[in-house]
């Protein structure tokens, strides 16, 4: 039986992972949970899945948790001491990192350094500590298994190979797909959160609209696949059906297809080298109709530019590029600035920001940090 310590377990990814192993319960249990903020749904999952830790950001959660949790054995901890030893809780086979944001970084390093095997969702720990994160686990020998549907589809198409000529990232466009900048000069918040294809958070659905979650995984890319910037092409495939190609040095180019759902890419991680039965809604490849490729506007999606500018350019730079993304996110989720103006503002951190190249873990922090810093000042924040 393979046991996992899920990070992030009342999102998306973490909800849909415990799907899996209550589906597979004969293969799979429950170590750990770690969450931010949901109390009550992360009652119910310590309930059902008994682990060992269960683990929140705040002080003030945990005093709930425990007060809830009172009648079981269950550890409750709280801060980021207490997600890093849920993350590397000692019976856990491997570590599911789905804490949004750099506040996942951390958590899965402390799961590294005891031996854990990863199964990667959050983006943000490559994007910002990549040359950190993959050279720990190449001494630790872990394995990162990449969660994102595109990530995960290279990883099969690769299936160990490193002959790769290029990889195609396929992108869906968001909402705003064929759009000009002129006609996202007043476009809502309700706008930007209807993602055709994807259920997302907010966070990640907002990154979708402007193009700058494809920038974040055309930076993981890199690390993941070992690959530069320029062996890396976006396509925007609207029907979401193929999730990532890879094209061989002999001109072969190998598609992974399959439906919407992100608990096939969460399930190869778990079950890898192994498959399981199917637990999503399997694709009908007789009605599937046409695909299209096209290539993506930069023009108006500056944020997928300023991410192939950051990753070149390397060192400290995504970090900036990914804090000052979070903060202007969050401006806007929160009414205090226009869609148009969150590449305008991670270009000005980015320009203010002077990178270093060789960056210690204390560095990419520090860099973060003024990256937010620089954001909070422009809106008063």
């Given at each position: 039986?393979?046991?996992?310590?899920?990070?992030?377990?009342?999102?998306?990814?973490?909800?849909q992972t415990?799907?899996?192993?209550?589906r597979?319960?004969?293969?799979?249990s429950?170590?750990?949970?770690?969450?931010g903020s949901?109390?009550?749904?992360?009652?119910?999952?310590a309930?059902?899945?008994?682990?060992?830790i269960?683990a929140?950001?705040?002080?003030?959660?945990?005093?709930?948790?425990?007060?809830r949790l009172?009648?079981?054995?269950i550890?409750?901890l709280?801060?980021e001491?207490?997600?890093?030893?849920a993350?590397?809780i000692?019976?856990?086979?491997i570590?599911?990192?789905?804490?949004v944001?750099?506040?996942?970084?951390?958590p899965?390093?402390?799961?590294?350094?005891?031996?854990?095997d990863?199964?990667?969702?959050?983006?943000?720990?490559?994007v910002t500590?990549?040359d950190?994160v993959?050279?720990?686990a190449?001494?630790?020998?872990?394995?990162?298994?990449?969660?994102?549907?595109?990530h995960s589809?290279?990883?099969q198409?690769?299936?160990?190979?490193?002959?790769?000529n290029?990889?195609?990232?396929?992108?869906?466009?968001g909402?705003?797909?064929?759009k000009?900048?002129?006609?996202?000069?007043s476009?809502?918040?309700k706008?930007?959160?209807?993602?055709?294809?994807?259920?997302?958070g907010a966070?990640?659905?907002?990154?979708?609209?402007?193009?700058?979650?494809?920038?974040?995984?055309?930076?993981?890319?890199?690390?993941?696949f070992g690959?530069?910037?320029?062996?890396?092409?976006?396509?925007?495939?609207?029907q979401?059906?193929?999730h990532?190609?890879?094209?061989?040095k002999?001109?072969?180019i190998?598609?992974?297809?399959?439906?919407a759902?992100m608990?096939?890419?969460i399930?190869v991680a778990?079950?890898?080298?192994?498959?399981?039965?199917?637990s999503?809604?399997?694709?009908d490849?007789?009605?599937?109709?046409?695909?299209t490729f096209?290539?993506?506007?930069?023009?108006?999606f500056?944020?997928?530019?300023?991410a192939?500018?950051a990753t070149?350019?390397?060192?400290?730079?995504p970090t900036?590029?990914?804090?000052a993304?979070?903060?202007?996110?969050?401006?806007f989720?929160?009414g205090?600035?226009?869609?148009?103006d969150?590449a305008?503002?991670?270009e000005?951190?980015?320009?203010n920001?002077k990178?270093?190249e060789?960056?210690?873990?204390?560095?990419?922090?520090?860099?973060?940090?003024?990256a937010?810093?620089?954001?909070?000042a422009?809106?008063?924040l």
């Amino acid at each position: 039986m393979k046991k996992v310590s899920v990070l992030g377990s009342t999102g998306s990814i973490g909800t849909q992972t415990l799907d899996i192993i209550r589906r597979d319960s004969e293969n799979f249990s429950v170590s750990a949970l770690a969450a931010g903020s949901n109390v009550a749904l992360l009652e119910e999952q310590a309930r059902e899945f008994k682990p060992k830790i269960v683990a929140v950001a705040s002080a003030d959660a945990a005093k709930d948790l425990k007060t809830r949790l009172s009648d079981t054995d269950i550890l409750v901890l709280s801060g980021e001491e207490g997600l890093c030893e849920a993350a590397a809780i000692e019976d856990a086979d491997i570590t599911l990192g789905a804490i949004v944001g750099i506040a996942g970084l951390k958590p899965v390093l402390s799961a590294i350094e005891k031996g854990k095997d990863i199964a990667l969702a959050n983006k943000e720990t490559l994007v910002t500590a990549g040359d950190i994160v993959m050279a720990k686990a190449k001494e630790k020998n872990v394995k990162i298994l990449p969660v994102d549907s595109e990530h995960s589809a290279i990883f099969q198409c690769l299936d160990g190979r490193s002959d790769l000529n290029k990889i195609y990232l396929t992108a869906s466009g968001g909402p705003f797909f064929g759009k000009k900048k002129a006609d996202l000069e007043s476009v809502t918040l309700k706008d930007a959160l209807k993602h055709p294809t994807w259920s997302m958070g907010a966070k990640i659905t907002i990154d979708s609209a402007s193009l700058a979650n494809k920038g974040l995984e055309v930076i993981e890319a890199t690390h993941l696949f070992g690959v530069t910037a320029d062996k890396i092409e976006v396509v925007v495939h609207r029907q979401s059906i193929v999730h990532s190609m890879v094209e061989f040095k002999d001109g072969a180019i190998i598609a992974q297809l399959g439906s919407a759902d992100m608990r096939t890419p969460i399930s190869v991680a778990l079950n890898y080298p192994d498959r399981s039965e199917v637990s999503g809604k399997l694709l009908d490849i007789f009605n599937v109709g046409s695909l299209t490729f096209e290539k993506p506007d930069t023009d108006t999606f500056r944020m997928l530019a300023l991410a192939f500018k950051a990753t070149k350019a390397g060192g400290t730079m995504p970090t900036v590029l990914n804090g000052a993304n979070e903060e202007a996110v969050s401006a806007f989720l929160n009414g205090k600035c226009r869609f148009l103006d969150i590449a305008d503002i991670v270009e000005g951190a980015m320009e203010n920001h002077k990178i270093k190249e060789k960056p210690a873990l204390s560095d990419i922090f520090d860099a973060d940090r003024e990256a937010r810093d620089f954001v909070k000042a422009k809106f008063n924040l």
